[in-house]
Structures are given as structure tokens and as C-alpha cells.
């Protein structure tokens, strides 16, 4: 049966918390209503990565856009699109409310910087659907893997290729599978490493949601290459929705004998199962995650050994992230060649970035490796929300750093961005505007990791601690300036001494905002200042008489309450009293009440 | 006492490995799911089940944030505590949730019906500010809208929204 028109509608995470299942069953009930239930098929596919006007409608083959859809809309979708052949022009995408001009998807500035390689089947095919994964070449690389290539050829292409792990340290993957394929030992393991603890990162959930079974192909592949016949997909317990897309993927990949024993005819078996994690950041780090599928705490180990000697039960085992696998996919189908003419000379291919934080368009992106900041904050996500200044991009979660305003053309490269004292990571970008205090935002990230440390080193335990209490004292008023020069000889030693990446990165937001915004944390010691307010102990509240014209609503407001006035006199904050709560500044409609 | 049906689950589980222990995460929330937290008896036997001490068993059961090792209300309330829901003003929603429900983190309201506690990043940061409660997510979040979700909630059982 052919369809006229498909539907799809966005059901990504976060299109999902707004309501897009609600959409989705609308439009089927309102097709059967309206007697087209033939022409049109809806679609569930996975994040369009344009989140902030979600949720997203897209209909083929008119491309029209609709974003910020109402379940209630689905009757004039189908009544105008699928039975008049009409776009509704209500609901599509508006470059400028005021002229009303709508544009075709390729036209938006959120996707025209953008090359989509990892996330090419987001919000294009139906995830739970392994033939619309096939009819884009899906399963075409395993194919050829397993029928043109030797396991050695296969790391041959990724070797040409370039790529590169995209779970943090950007180690080169041929040479990983290389280990594994060369350390003695019958059984061998894969394992996928969808932890993705790192907080501001959901490009690995995204990703699996909108196309597990680029996934899936790839481990096989990489079954086949190292001489595996078994992998584990490490997930958290926190994403229901990939984790669900993923057992679907599978099972329909085994119906397919695409999984399972004697893969497409050949010699090769090889089974995946899902592991869900409990909840721990720390396990993430690859040595830590292997003890936690074993059953046991999930802490870190001293390496070497490497996994690749000594992984899973002490057997020779690949770890990749998410996102490397999904590249091992693409390589195979599309070749190596293709492949390294993307990106730069080192870092090959595209990035997957989460942009969060004080951007205009919060969501997913995906860029040639070598883009600059600039057109990734700035073209693709639109700026600072509500036009303010913008102050800096952390990327590298808790481990990464500041990156600021004079950094912002600086092509991104692993090499570039550790070079700018942060690091690539897993792709978090938390885009921070002058409304953020850097003192407030460092004292956040080592809260982070003082609670995320598994204790199992010293340097890390005490350091992080140490670092967090020094960090207090700076935001309440109390520092010194030797309390700077302590936090910089801290982060030093733990970044040396620490057993794993949690404690050697714990200190790089600490020491990357003291090396650029140095003037800021000495305006909290010397002048008990923090210039954008966060700083709560800091902040000075007062009423401009001038400006207060005795309303008395902000002394109503008041929980002391410390605010006195005659009615239409101006009015005073008993200083002494007041607890900072800022809800007479908030109250006030004329301005009045001032916070420095 | 577990189930047959939760041992048999457990007992899958552990088929799936090499080492029965490997299933240990899984059984502790198999354990955990019908009484929405793990007591001391659950764990012993669920660490029966696998052959390994209930110590033992302990020290992971610790580790992780999702068991829960004290009683929880009827829905649990995950408040996204990371850094992109921190940046949008999360503290107002938390601030206000402290507030209706009467409790710090990790508490239960008298009612017994809701807990409150933080979570790590829930990959959710586009709909910042988010939490999940009882397993579903929620983005987008503002006190006006919390209000409506934890009323319409009041009425349901625990586990119904996993069924959806
Ligand atoms: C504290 C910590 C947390 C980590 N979390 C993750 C994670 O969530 N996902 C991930 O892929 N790698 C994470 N890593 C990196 C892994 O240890 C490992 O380098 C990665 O899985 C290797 O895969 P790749 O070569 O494909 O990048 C983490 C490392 C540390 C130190
Ligand atoms: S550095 Fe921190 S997280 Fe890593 S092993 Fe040491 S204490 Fe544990
Ligand atoms: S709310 Fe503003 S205008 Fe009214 S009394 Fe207070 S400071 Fe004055
Ligand atoms: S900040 Fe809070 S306590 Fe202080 S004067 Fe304003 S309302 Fe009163
Ligand atoms: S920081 Fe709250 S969901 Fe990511």
C-alpha cells in the first residue's frame, strides 16, 4: 500500500515530556476520523535536535516544518495537509514572527552549519522499524564486513578513516580493537559504553533513540573484528525510552538473523544484551563500568591493565562510547575515504553537541569536526536567550573548562580544545551568559564531584573536598587571596595523584575560571562582590527612594519581614535583618529595589 | 520473601552471564520494584538467590542511587539537581517542591504518598528544568506546571505510569 503523505512526529525524550505521544495518537484517531487512514502513515522518529520549538511535526513530501504543535492541531493537519493538500501555514517554522515568512527545513540557520553523519536516521526514519533503518543502508556495512573483509582489514578502514573515541579522551578506536584483536584469550567481549553521566550530555540518548540500530551494527562489526561472540550495552536506568528502542532493535534484528547465531548465513554469532546502571557518574569510567556488570561496586581500577588485555572477566574487551560505535556504522557503509574527508587533519568526522544553558535554541547538534564555536553558538543556536552578553561555554562537563568570548574562533579539535585548558568530553556545551557567576558555577562542579568521588583514592576524596569548602568560603565573603592560590596548588596535586579521570579532571573548572575570570574571584575576596547577584551572602539589597514610589507590595512580600514604609513614602530595608531572600526584588514592579 | 515470579526473574537474569554474580544490580532492582525500596530482607534473599553474602551485596546496593535502601513513598519524585537545570533556575522549582510537599531530599511526605530526591543529570537538559517522577520525564518545568502534575498524580498507584 502506498502512502500519500507520512507524518512524523518527534519522539524524542524531550519532545515526549511535552506532549508528542499525545500528538501522535491524535493524528492516527483524526486520520481514521477523517477516512484517509490510507493515505497517511505517522511516524514516531527520534529527536529532530531542534528541542526548543518542539514539539516537532514534520510532514513528507511537502517538508513542511511545524513546530510547537498541540495535540489539538492534529485535526487541521490532516484536514488541510492529508485531505486538501494544503500546508498549514499556522504552524510552520517562522524565521521572524512579525513578517510571518515560513522556511523549508534546509533553510533553517538551525541545520544549514549542521552535516548530520551520526544523527543522519534522526527524526528521519521510524526507529522501531529495522526496514526503514535497511532502506537507508542499514546493515550494508555489517554486510560487508562479514563477507568482503577480514577482521584485519576492518581495522585497516577505521585506521584510514581517522576516527577517534567520542567518549572523552579521543583515543584512535583502530588501535583499541588492534589490542583487543592481538591480547591472548578465546573469549573476548564488546561492550557499549551508554552511561552518559556526564550532567548537560544527552547526545547518546538521543542517538539511540532516534536510531538503535546503527548501534547494534556496529557492535557486530566489532564482534566479527576482535572475535567476539557476546556484547554488552551499558545503559542508564534513567533513559526508559532508549532503553526500550533498544530492546525493540534487537529483537527485530534477531527475526532478521541480523543478530543471533550464524549472522546473514556466515560463520559469525554473536548476541547483545542491555545492562542497566544504577546510578553512579563514576561509573562512566570504563574500568569502573566493567566491575559494575560484573555485580560488584562499580569503582575504578589502576591501569594497566588496559580492558583491551584484561576488560570484562579478565577477558580481552573493547569499551566504546555510544557515539564511536554509531561512527563505526557510517565508516563501514560509506567507507573510510568518504569518511576522512570530513573534519580536520587530526580530528576526523563531525561532533555530536548538547547546546544547554542561557542558548536561544537549546537541543541537539551535530557539526564538522574543525567548526568554530562561534557558528555553533552563535549561527546554529541563535545566542544568548533574551540578548544577553554572552560569558562563556563550559564544554567537558565536571573534567572540561571555561571557554571564553576571545576563544570563540578557535576551530574545535580534541587537540584545541584541552589546549584552551578544557577538553572535547562526551559533548555538553552549557553555554553561560552574564547573569552566571564563574566563582558560583565552579563551587556547582565540585560539588558535583565531592558527591560523585567513589573514595576509593586519597587525592580525589580529600581534594575535592578540600577544593569545595575553599570554594564556600570565596562565595560567602570569606576567602582570601591565599584561599586562590590553595585551590590552584589543590587542583595541581589531585590532577597528578588521582587514580582515575574523575579527581585528574575534578580541578579544571576550578582552575580554568581562576585563569580567566581571576578579576571575578578577587572581587569576591577583596570587595564582597559578586557582579551578577548568584552569589546570594554577597548580594546587598536596598531601595532606590527615588525610584519607590511606596506601592508597599514588596513589604507584604517580605517573609522577615524587614521592609518598613509609610504608605506612598519611600520605603527602607532593615539591612541587619534581612536573609537575602530576593523576593522584594522580584516583587517590586518600578524597579526600585536595587541588588549589588 | 521474594515472589516466584521475582525469583524466576532473578533466576533469568543470572542465566545471562558467565558469573552468576553479574545479575546482581539487576536482582537488587527486581527485588526493589514491588515494594518501591529495597528492606534488609529483600536484600538477603535476593543475595541468596545469586550465592553471595548479604555484606556483599550491601556494599553495592550502597553504591548506587537508584536502590533504595529505606522505604519511599508511593511516587518518587526525581529532581534533576545538574548543572543545565541549575542554570535555568532549577533551585525555584526545588525550592518549591521542598515547600508543597514539606520535605528536604530524601524525605517522604507524611501522607507517605510522595519522596523527593535528587538526581545526577537525567539527560533531559533540553527540557530544562526536568525530573522524573515515577520513571517518566517532565520537562519544561514551572511551578505552575509542577502544581498540575503532582495533582494529577495524587490519584494513581505506584507502577501505573510504567504501564503506559
Ligand atoms: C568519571 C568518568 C566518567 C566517564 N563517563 C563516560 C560516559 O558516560 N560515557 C563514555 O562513553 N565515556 C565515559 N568516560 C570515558 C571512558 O572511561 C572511556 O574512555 C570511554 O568509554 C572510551 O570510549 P571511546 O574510546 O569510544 O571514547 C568517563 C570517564 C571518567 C573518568
Ligand atoms: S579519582 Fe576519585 S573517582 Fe577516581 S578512583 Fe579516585 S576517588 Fe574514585
Ligand atoms: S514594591 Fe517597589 S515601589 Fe513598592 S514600596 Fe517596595 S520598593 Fe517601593
Ligand atoms: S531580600 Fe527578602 S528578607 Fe531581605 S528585604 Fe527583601 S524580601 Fe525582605
Ligand atoms: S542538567 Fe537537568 S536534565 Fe541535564
Known sequence: ???????????????????AIEIYDSLIREAEAQGVKNDVQVVKTGCFGFCEKGPIVKVMPSESFYVEVK???????????????????????????????????????????????????????????????????????????????????????LKASGLRGRGGAGFPTWLKWDLTIKAPGEVKYVVCNADEGDPGAYMNRSTIEGDPHSLIEAMTICGYTIGASTGYIYIRAEYPLAIERLKIAIKQAKEYGLLGPKILGSDFSFDLDIRLGAGAFVCGEETALLQSLEGKRGMPMPKPPFPAVQGLWKKPTVINNVETFVNVAVIMTKGADWYSKIGTE????????????????????????????????FDIGGGIKGGRKFKGVQTGGPSGGIITAESLDEPITYESLTALGSMMGSGGMIIMDEDDCVVDIAKFYMAFCVDESCGKCAPCRIGTSQMHDLLEKITTGNGTEDDLLKLEKIGKAMTKASLCMLGGSAANPTLSTIKHFREEYLEHIRDHKCRSGKCKDLVVYSIDPVKCIGCGLCARKCPVPCIAGEKKQAHVIDRSRCVKCGECFKACKFGAVVKN | MLSRDEKERIEAEAGRYPSRRAALSEALMI????????????????????????????????F??????????????????????????????????????????GGTTADGLFTLVPAGCLGLCEAAPAAMIDGEAYGGLTTEKLDAILDGIRGRKRGDAAQR
Open chain 1, 1 to 19: 500500500m502506498a502512502y500519500k503523505n507520512f507524518i512524523l512526529v518527534c519522539a524524542g525524550t524531550g519532545c515526549e515530556s511535552s506532549k
Open chain 1, 71 to 157: 495535540p489539538e492541531d492534529a485535526k487541521e493537519i490532516i484536514a488541510e495537509q492529508v485531505v486538501k493538500g494544503r500546508e498549514v501555514k499556522r504552524l510552520l517554522y517562522k524565521k521572524d514572527e512579525k513578517t510571518a515568512d515560513t522556511v523549508k527545513i534546509e533553510d533553517i540557520e538551525f541545520y544549514q552549519k549542521q552535516f548530520r553523519v551520526v544523527l543522519r536516521n534522526c527524526g528521519v526514519i521510524n526507529p522501531e522499524n529495522i526496514d526503514e533503518y535497511i532502506a537507508r543502508d542499514g546493515y550494508s556495512g555489517l554486510e560487508r564486513a562479514l563477507f568482503k573483509m577480514k577482521p584485519a582489514d576492518v581495522v585497516s578502514e
Open chain 1, 346 to 377: 587530526k580530528s576526523k568526522g563531525t561532533k555530536t553537541f548538547a547546546l544547554t544553558g542561557k542558548i536561544a535554541n537549546s537541543g541537539l547538534v551535530e557539526v564538522p569536526m574543525g567548526t568554530k564555536l562561534r557558528d555553533i553558538i
Open chain 2, 31 to 62: 527485588a526493589q520494584e514491588a515494594r518501591g525500596w529495597l528492606g534488609d530482607e529483600a536484600l538477603a534473599d535476593a543475595a541468596r538467590e545469586l550465592g553471595i553474602s548479604s555484606a556483599s551485596a550491601e556494599s553495592v546496593a550502597t
Open chain 2, 64 to 105: 548506587y542511587e537508584l536502590v533504595y535502601r529505606l522505604p519511599v513513598g508511593e511516587h518518587v519524585i526525581q529532581i534533576c539537581d545538574s548543572v543545565s537545570c541549575w542554570i535555568r533556575d532549577g533551585e525555584s522549582i526545588l525550592d518549591h517542591l521542598r515547600e508543597r510537599l514539606g520535605v528536604e531530599l
